[in-house]
């Protein structure tokens, strides 16, 4: 479990978190979601200690990571798996080398047992014939899959995702958002996902924050979404014409969440 | 700008003072030497060569041309010992560095500048890796062992080239260059040019890598640093090299 008390983050004085407090729970999709510059990216970075905050506590199961000395913080971190925008795969490395990196850096296994974690989790993203091939030269899903392995690899508690579902498909999002609730519920870790998916929102938020210029101002899950009271929020959730129909067809229909109505396809495994 | 300038200068040592550490794994760090190696050292043996063989047929028929128009008759032997003292004091040293500044810099600054703005750095910092230990220091030590390997390379193939030039000008027997060539000269000339060369190589790998490391942006700000980096590292080439040359040769 993360919790967050009265994070604040400032840039040459402005402002861009203004005391956020909440909980991110074990075993749970956690959500941050929120309009571009709402502070999503930096939240996430000061969580990841990237940025320093500017006050406030971040406590990893009860380990303020603000407070820990250098060998703490390096214990934390591996610990921590973390899936970027861009995927931030090494370029120089093959999809093999770039998911066995982690256990290579930390770990004193042996080749054998790399190999065989390596393939463990390159079999549980489905990449089984890409592991020789460099990030230049599989697509963008690929990639986020192959991020995903890395972050899972060394067995992490924490796993953090920045906007995974960015440039990609709605049917390879899909495949993805799976992906993340399975290995969420697999791996029981701590999961927290910045997203602009609407479709992610609904379909695996067990946690959702809503973040408006830095204040946190809404904290719920995907089934009380639909009724939620903030305006902004509904503005920004149901902001396509589609998405208000479904809403008023919720409403209407007393249902509340867009997983019973919505058939998902069978996530094709050689998909690219 | 003063201000800025000096906090650039800070910045910069603060970079090294996280490079120059232990390798948090030494069978990584051996991986990414031999790649560096390759990377900055090997890829640059073609330009060195073809560089070097080409100036030093310069050198040697400007240095034919200076001595036959002395007002007292200079041996012609003297070509070959001034062509090689030239090599091996400045052009190899010196100018063959600012080549590779050109060339290797712009590498280092573009490729670690790029990693930077792809969140490849962030996610070795988020790892817990020291990114500028990993990142930069298989790059100095790769530079600071094979570049004086690549300058002596240079001075012999540029040697070979005055020797090329007499050949195909018919002004001066090869047996005169050859003589020339092994005149005496004071060995601390070898040194000097060695240690020139390890310095720059330091400042080769170290510059461009501490503009990439620190661009923002995007690819545009990569092509900046990289084109910034290139222009500082040739600067502080210069610089060194009056005050080295002050401090070993006057």
Known sequence: MIEIKDLKKSFDGVEVLKGISTNFETGKVNLIIGQSGSGKTVFLKSLLNVYQPTSGEILFDGRDINKMGREDKQQLRSEIGTVFQGSALFDSMTVEENITFPLDMFTNLSFREKKRRAFEVIGRVHLEKANRKFPSEISGGMQKRVAIARAIVNNPKYLFCDEPNSGLDPYTSNIIDDLLLEITKEYNTTTIINSHDMNSVMTIGEKIIYLRQGIKEWEGNKDILINAGNKNLIDFVYSSELFKELREYFLETNKTSIENIITKPQSNEENP | ????????????????????????????????????????????????????????????????????????????????????????????????????????????????????????????????????????????????????????????????????????????????????????????????????????????????????????????????????AVVWTIVSIIITNLLLTQMFLS
Request: charged share 10%.
């Open chain 2, 1 to 228: 700008m003063l201000k800025r300038f000096l906090s650039e200068i800070g910045a910069y040592f603060l970079l090294l003072s996280k490079t120059l550490k232990r390798p948090q794994k030494a069978s990584i760090f051996g991986k990414l030497f031999m790649r560096e190696v390759y990377d900055l050292g090997v890829n640059s043996f073609g330009l060195v060569l073809f560089t070097s063989t080409f100036v030093g047929a310069v050198v040697a028929i400007q240095m034919f041309n200076n001595f036959s128009a002395s007002s007292f008759p200079v041996p012609n032997s003297f070509v070959g010992y001034a062509t090689k003292v030239v090599l091996i004091l400045e052009f190899a040293p010196t100018i063959i560095s600012v080549i590779l500044a050109g060339k290797v810099g712009s590498y280092i600054a573009s490729s670690i500048g790029t990693m930077r703005v792809t969140e490849q750095i962030d996610a070795l910092d988020i790892m817990g890796v020291n990114s500028p230990n990993f990142l930069i220091l298989p790059k100095i030590a790769a530079s600071i062992i094979f570049n004086p390997l690549l300058i002596a390379i240079s001075i012999v193939f540029g040697i070979w080239g005055g020797y090329l030039a007499g050949i195909a000008t018919g002004s001066w027997s090869k047996a005169d260059y050859i003589t020339g060539v092994q005149m005496y000269m004071p060995q601390h000339f070898i040194w000097y040019a060695f240690l020139k060369t390890a310095v720059f190589a330091f400042l080769i790998a170290t510059i461009p890598a501490y503009f990439g490391y620190n661009v923002k942006g995007g690819s545009l700000e990569v092509g900046r640093a990289s084109t910034q």
